[in-house]
């Protein structure tokens, strides 16, 4: 094979690899609006009933803003939410013994205690609405850190984000 045919062979080869790519690309591009759009639901689960809620209209319930420390993020933020235990009251009746979250990335937890009024359900951040890239788009925290370390995440484990649904667990 001299040098002209081996060159033609590897453009040919390169313009494969490139067509490949772009529709890689592609799809990927068309794909993320729709992730985005159904991120865009909270699923309830209670027993053999499964309802919908939009995100957008859980914001205006968000009654209550706070600034603290957040240890993922090594910084300050201020973030706009609602008491949790009030919504699981309003959407269940009650205070499920215990609730199972799954996320947007398919994590998946199972935790109990939360009729605690410093659980808070967290729909903005910096004045922002959370998406999937800020760990949204609701996020549970907890308001007061008590003598816990921040500096060790080990201790805010129990911190849910990314929900895309909450089973109650009677």
Known sequence: MNAASLLVAYAHRFKKQVKTGFAY?????VSFPLASAHARELTLINGDDTRHIATASLIPQADTTFTLFDPYQGREV??????FRDFLIEQFGDIPPA?????WDDYDVTLSGWDDPNWFMIVEEDGEPLTLRSRGPL???????????????REFNDWVWMIRSIEARW
């Open 25 to 29: 690309l592609l799809i990927l591009i």
């Open 78 to 83: 201020e973030m706009r939410g609602f008491e």
């Open 99 to 103: 609730l199972h979250f799954t996320a």
């Open 139 to 153: 996020r549970l925290v907890e308001r007061d850190y008590g003598a816990r370390d921040i500096n060790s995440l």
